[in-house]
């Protein structure tokens, strides 16, 4: 991964900068990778997990399609 700069005009203030900072973070994907990766998951709870999203997902489909019809 690139290491993540922000340029800052002069006139402008810390906390923008540090707001616009999060949000580039954000939408690289850093957080998450970072709460992913803050405790260790047993290969058992990772699968359960993926199992789970991928339900959830298969109903998120579902109810759109009989949605439609």
Not at 16 to 24: G, M, N, V, W, Y
Not at 44 to 56: C, E, F, P, T
């Amino acid at each position: 991964m690139f290491p993540m700069r922000v340029r800052v005009p002069d006139q402008r203030s810390f906390e923008k900068a540090l707001r616009r900072f999060k949000r580039e973070c954000i939408r690289e994907g850093i957080m998450a990778d970072m709460r992913k990766s803050e405790f260790y998951d047993k290969p058992s709870v990772a699968r359960r997990r993926k199992a789970n999203r991928a339900r959830r997902r298969r109903m998120r489909q579902l109810s759109e399609l009989e949605g439609k019809s």
